[in-house]
């Protein structure tokens, strides 16, 4: 009876053994599967987050304060007139630029808001102008929206980027002036004799340097005083402000650059994305 007994102890603990063996190789194949999955899913949320990244990298947009997407070929949809400045030829389908006075309008493939290039106006010390002209016809409102770049602050005066009109002998304009820190909503004519006058400040906001800003300016002909909209950066700098001149609503003038400028220092200036939008 004690040998059965101690035979039947030995049984037991071969067996036991057995099943422990057997539970540690499953355990450890689990695991082994565990980690190589963990390994797999991890390394595929790693390449899925990668591309991700590269696509949000590729895609973000240069600047900011923006209105119109203009990541997307169909910014241009719908425009009376539209400009991405994507050629080698910078007048493209403008009237003949006017520079002056050292000053030089060329493309630029150094920064973009969109696509590749941009237009670059570059100016002198003293008194000069670069810019794109674009006669336009008959409309209740007008529409302009373009991007703009600064690397620094003017140290004088720099008108930019206006809606003119001209007619009984003058050329009147409302558009931004960039100085003293701040881009100034600004309306103002000069007689074809070339004396300026200044006729009212439509508003103020501090001036942005070191990356894209979207400006626009809309003149609505459908009411009398005409009034001025314009905003900056997503800022809105006037609302709807009467204007001290009664404009024509036909042959608006479009400006793309400076038809003046006195920076007191080699200057220049970025544009990119312009928008012109007609209401018959």
């Not at 106006?121 to 000069?128: D, E, I, L, R, V």
């Not at 209740?140 to 008108?159: F, G, S």
Request: glycine share 10%; proline share 4%; net charge negative.
């Amino acid at each position: 009876m004690a040998y059965i007994l101690v035979m039947l102890g030995v049984g037991l603990r071969r067996l036991l053994a057995l099943s422990l063996w057997l539970a540690g190789c499953s355990l450890t194949t689990d695991l082994a599967g565990f980690s190589a999955e963990s390994t797999s899913a991890d390394s595929e949320d790693r390449s899925v987050e990668d591309a991700a990244a590269a696509d949000g990298q590729e895609d973000a947009p240069v600047g900011d304060g923006g209105a119109s997407d203009r990541s997307s070929a169909d910014f241009c949809a719908g425009a009376t007139f539209c400009d991405r400045f994507e050629r080698t030829d910078p007048t493209g389908e403008w009237d003949p630029p006017k520079v002056s006075n050292g000053s030089s309008l060329t493309l630029t493939t150094m920064r973009a808001h969109s696509g590749t290039s941009a237009m670059r106006t570059s100016f002198a010390t003293g008194g000069s102008s670069a810019a794109l002209h674009k006669t336009l016809g008959t409309a209740k409102k007008v529409r302009l929206e373009y991007a703009v770049y600064l690397e620094e602050l003017p140290m004088r005066d720099i008108n930019i980027g206006s809606i003119d009109y001209h007619f009984a002998g003058r050329s009147n304009g409302v558009y931004f002036v960039f100085g003293g820190g701040q881009a100034k909503a600004t309306e103002q004519e000069i007689n074809d004799q070339g004396t300026m006058t200044h006729n009212g400040s439509l508003g103020a906001v501090a001036l942005v340097t070191g990356r894209w800003v979207v400006l626009t300016i809309e003149v609505d002909h459908t009411v009398t005083p005409q009034l001025a909209t314009l905003t900056y950066d997503g800022v809105v700098v006037a609302d709807r402000k009467p204007l001290a001149r009664s404009y024509p609503p036909s042959a608006p003038k479009i400006v793309a650059g400076s038809d003046y400028a006195s920076p007191g220092a080699a200057f220049r200036i970025d544009f990119d994305d312009l928008r012109v939008d007609l209401t018959p």
